[in-house]
């Protein structure tokens, strides 16, 4: 081989054809992780969301609406009307329900139809005519759909970190961005923000020192990290070296469907966690999150956004987001969906290795009849009780 080629060798010309991993992302009916997620239920609006006027819904690739009629019953429809096809966005929520505005068919919350103006005594037919709806829940301040197949639905879980108050705390919910800042609805798949959870060692870099202290000080330092799987998810355990000789440990967990329980980056206090995020597919190609959390006062969820520079990220020029670029630039860098075949895996990527096992684990599961892990039956089932938090140890 002559110096001109060797020294050639290795060029982007040489790239194989790029490949994604299409189980693990699609999310739409009928794919294997949209039926995986649909399994689950999942936050899609803030309790006030569900109100007199209808609210666009979009999860998991389907277009809804979300409304509350006049006896206060929440109802979450196909947006697209049984009838002809138009939208019920554009309709008026009723004592009993949504009432299309093409032709005025009236739905209730289970989507029933009530009411067909049009057609003779009303519509003798009416009850053939059930606009597809999804069963909600409300539950710590937000609205709550279970999309997947009826005899599977599990109950809507409760967890300890949102049922025990510490004193002077209540539960308060958030429609968020990333930690540290960015649009609601973030332009990519949701897998690429979920890994993000169990990959402490961007922490320190991304956070820390490429993009100034983010964070705090304290979790400058590069960690000493463990990964096991549980019976949630994944479990990410690390150790820093603290003041006086004693050592910070703090936990983190990525439970299945989406649930980030990452304690405060800011480390505010050694305790158990304090909020608990969701991570809710829109489309293939979108996302968005919800939070829950104990707090003081209100609005505390939206005042733990970090800045950059000084500024709020979307105080930043494009030049300043260049320079200082946080969660939003990483994950939303790499494209709408990440090319799978061009990743290059390290020792640290190892959480990333096992929530993608874990992933195709639950995959398998489905393919088999069974139901994935983290589902309960059981009404009475106790609440969901996370290690994640912040702790100080000798």
């Known amino acids: 081989m002559d110096d001109r080629v060797a020294r050639d060798e290795g060029t982007a010309y040489e790239m194989p054809p790029a490949t994604i991993k299409d189980e693990l992302v699609r999310v739409g009916r009928g794919t294997p992780m949209g039926e995986l997620l649909r399994r689950y239920w999942h936050p899609v609006g803030l309790i006030g969301d569900a109100a007199n006027v209808p609210k666009k819904v979009r999860a998991l690739g389907e277009d809804l609406v979300l409304f509350r009629d006049g006896a206060g019953r929440a109802g979450l429809l196909h947006a697209r009307c049984r009838h002809r096809g ?105 897998l690429q923000h979920y890994e993000n959870v169990v990959d ?32 949630r998810g994944v479990t990410v355990r690390s150790t820093r070296a603290a003041e006086g000789g004693k050592t910070f440990y703090r936990v983190t967990e990525a439970a299945l469907p989406t649930l ?19 991570v809710l597919p829109i489309d ?40 200082f670029p946080g969660d939003y630039e990483a994950q939303v860098g790499q494209g709408p969906i990440t090319i799978h075949s061009e990743e290059r895996f390290a020792q640290s990527d190892r959480g990333i290795v096992m929530m993608r096992r874990m992933l195709h684990d639950q995959l398998d599961r489905i ?11 059981d009404p009475n089932a106790a609440p969901v009780e996370f290690e994640a938090g912040n702790y100080i140890r000798d």
């Open 284 to 323: 293939d190609e979108s996302f968005r999150i919800y939070v829950a959390g104990r707090v003081k006062e209100s609005g505390d969820i939206g005042r733990m956004r970090s800045k950059m520079n000084g500024k709020f990220w979307w105080e930043l020029t494009e030049e300043e987001h260049q320079k």
């Open 86 to 190: 138009t939208t019920l966005y554009y309709g008026k929520v009723e004592p009993q329900g949504i009432r299309c505005c093409y032709h005025g068919w009236l739905f209730d919350a289970q989507g029933h139809c009530l009411e067909q103006p049009c057609e003779p005594e009303g519509g003798l037919f009416k009850q053939a005519a059930r606009q597809p709806w999804y069963p909600v829940e409300e539950r710590y301040g937000m609205i709550w759909a279970y999309m997947g197949p009826p005899d599977r639905k599990p109950v809507l879980p409760r967890y300890e970190c949102l049922e025990n108050m510490d004193e002077g705390e209540f539960v308060e919910a958030d429609d968020t961005s990333l930690g540290g800042g960015g649009p609601t609805i973030i332009p990519c798949n949701w």
């Open 200 to 231: 402490p060692f961007h922490v320190p870099i991304l956070h820390g020192s490429f993009s100034g202290a983010q964070f705090t000080q304290t979790m400058a330092p590069i960690p000493n990290v463990t990964f096991e799987m549980s019976e």
């Open 367 to 377: 393919a088999k009849g069974e139901d994935p892990i983290g589902v309960s039956f």
């Open 260 to 278: 980030r329980v990452v304690p405060n980056p800011r480390v505010a206090q050694y305790a158990r966690v304090e909020s608990i995020g969701w």
